[in-house]
């Protein structure tokens, strides 16, 4: 049964710490999704990766959120440093170049003290 | 822009009653999908539903069916026979087909509670 993992499944650091988060995507999927989920702004996209390259990350603050895949098995979303407006729950997606469907992980729930 | 309308935050059900779910949206595009979303407690995102708005045949799935209505940029879920286990945050969203990101556009989600 393939599906998405992501680790972890929570954390909670304080503020001014490194957060990063890892996404394994589905064997034989070539586009990932990093989304961030709060009460505030619901369900919004921070990153956009097509065959491992980042084709957009509008929705992710530039200066202190980085987004990578080092290979096609792994997606990474760092925070440096974090802060306490960060906390949320981060999920991770992934599908096909022209698919219909994004396949989700559990998501981290990132809080930042 | 594209943007996504759930006017119902919370909405509430008896066991293996009937319920609608709204959502509106409004695109210029011809050629996207539609899906409805199940976040239950877990968290986990679990996809009910998708409907390609070049099909005019409603999708549907065991319990779960849609209305869409295309010129009017509506997408109504419908759960028949409700059971406790569809408890959960519903969201609705839509995805350009062709796009150079093919980002989910989400509505704010409707929290349905079934009671026993």
């Known amino acids: 049964d393939a599906r998405v993992t992501q680790t972890p499944r929570d954390k909670v650091t304080e503020m001014g710490q490194e957060v990063t988060m890892r996404c394994q995507p589905i064997?034989?999927?070539?586009?990932v999704f990093w989304y961030r989920q709060t009460m505030m702004q619901g369900l919004e996209l921070l990153a956009y990766f097509r065959n491992r390259a980042p084709l957009d990350d509008s929705g992710m603050p530039k200066d202190r959120f980085s987004a990578e895949m080092p290979d096609a098995t792994l997606a990474t979303l760092k925070i440096q440093p974090s802060e306490p407006r960060d906390s949320a729950v981060y999920f991770c997606?992934?599908?096909?170049?022209?698919?219909?469907?994004?396949?989700f992980g559990p998501g981290t729930r990132l809080t930042v003290l | 822009a594209q943007t996504v309308t759930q006017s119902q935050p919370e909405m509430s059900v008896q066991e293996a009653e009937t319920v609608t779910l709204s959502c509106t949206y409004d695109?210029?595009?011809?050629?996207?999908?539609l899906f409805w979303y199940k976040q239950p407690p877990s968290r986990q995102m679990i996809l009910v539903i998708r409907?390609?708005?070049?099909?005019?045949q409603n999708a549907t799935e065991n319990r779960f069916s849609v209305n869409f209505q295309k010129a009017a940029k509506s997408f109504s879920l419908k759960i028949s026979d409700s059971q406790l286990g569809d408890t959960a945050m519903y969201f609705c969203?839509?995805?350009?087909?062709?796009?150079?990101?093919?980002?989910?556009?989400f509505g704010t989600g409707t929290l349905l509670a079934v009671q026993p």
């Open positions: 064997l034989g999927h070539n586009t």
């Open positions: 969203a839509f995805i350009r087909y062709g796009g150079a990101t093919n980002k989910l556009i």
């Open positions: 695109t210029s595009e011809s050629n996207y999908y």
């Open positions: 409907q390609e708005a070049y099909k005019q």
């Open positions: 997606a992934s599908g096909l170049v022209g698919g219909r469907e994004q396949f």
